[in-house]
Nanobody
Framework: QVRIVESGGGLVQAGGSLRLSCAAS????????MGWYRQTPGKQRELVARINPDGGTNYGDSVKGRFTISRDNAKNTVYLQMNSLKPEDTAVYYC?????????WGPGTQVTVSS
């Protein structure tokens, strides 16, 4: 089993910044790909950003240039720095850890951006 704890969500004004953290423990390691996805009511969950064990990253088109994903392998923790936030970034953000046994998801953290 993999335990995932997310933190850092909240309410922020448009143009502001937030930093999300996701700590994974249990049957996980620094060799796992980790990432963030987000979902709004009535829509499919979409990729925000992923980071591979070697540091390679990929981002959703809507967040490129504004969001930065990073990881601390020693802590099995991934971070998402979100700058220049827009109201359309409002969503529940979910941390994902991809292991050999399959993907694991965190419970989600709400991010609300007011205009």
């Amino acid at each position: 089993q993999v335990r995932i704890v997310e933190s850092g969500g909240g309410l922020v004004q448009a143009g502001g910044s937030l930093r999300l953290s996701c700590a994974a423990s249990g049957s996980t390691s620094s060799s796992n790909s980790m990432g963030w996805y987000r979902q709004t009511p009535g829509k499919q969950r979409e990729l925000v950003a992923r980071i591979n064990p070697d540091g390679g990253t990929n981002y959703g088109d809507s967040v490129k240039g504004r969001f930065t994903i990073s990881r601390d392998n020693a802590k099995n923790t991934v971070y998402l720095q979100m700058n220049s936030l827009k109201p359309e970034d409002t969503a529940v953000y979910y941390c994902n850890v991809l292991t050999l046994r399959g993907p694991y998801w965190g419970p989600g953290t709400q991010v609300t951006v007011s205009s």
